[in-house]
């Protein structure tokens, strides 16, 4: 049996609490994890594509000694999980909403490749309700996001919010 490689992909604009916790944990159960950070113009992402890949490594280094990677990716999911050589795509769900939407995405998955397993671990009782959507959206609207990204993150996305207000005045 070969090296267990599993990906967990997502958006990560920004990374969350949420997500940190998928991580560590989803980092337990394979060989090497890959975090796959979709370029995914369509969500109208608030940061680049650079600029998430480094906010994800710069969360990750705490936990220095696992074997976990970062890699930007623009293709379908599935064919980014055979080009990195991935037995799993890891997901995690929140609520029921999150499921019905990753049934659906399953069921895709398995017809492009049947190989791949999807597997779920759900989130954690303190960081279920935390979406990135949200974290946004109480940012813009001056509200306090500290319990739900690091300090680094929260400095990264106030800081954005801030130049996008001015830019948005000027003119």
């Known amino acids: 049996m070969g090296e267990r490689i599993g990906l967990y992909p ?7 609490k949420g997500h940190y916790d ?3 944990r ?4 394979v060989d090497r994890l890959v975090i796959g950070v979709a370029v995914n113009i369509g969500k109208g992402p608030m940061f680049t594509p650079e600029e998430r890949v480094r906010m994800v490594e710069g969360e990750i280094k705490r936990l220095n000694g696992r074997n976990i990677e970062v890699r930007p990716f623009d ?3 599935m064919h980014f999980a055979i080009e990195i050589g991935a037995a799993f795509i890891i997901r995690g769900l ?6 019905e939407y990753e049934f659906q995405m399953v069921g895709m998955n398995a017809r492009l490749n049947s190989e791949i397993e999807t597997v779920f671990l759900m989130a954690s009782d303190n960081h ?6 949200l974290v946004k959206e109480i940012a813009m609207l001056g509200g306090d996001i500290r319990s739900f990204v690091s300090p680094a993150v929260a400095e990264l996305l ?3 919010v801030e130049a996008n207000r001015h830019a948005g005045t000027a003119g």
Do not use: C, E, H, M
Request: no cysteine; aromatic share 10%; hydrophobic share 55%.
């Open 128 to 133: 279920q309700f935390i979406a990135s959507r």
């Open 10 to 16: 997502g958006t990560f604009d920004p990374i969350t």
């Open 75 to 77: 293709n379908l999911l």
């Open 158 to 160: 106030l800081a954005r």
């Open 22 to 24: 998928i991580i560590t």
């Open 94 to 99: 929140r609520a029921v909403s999150d499921f």
């Open 26 to 29: 989803a980092a337990k159960l």
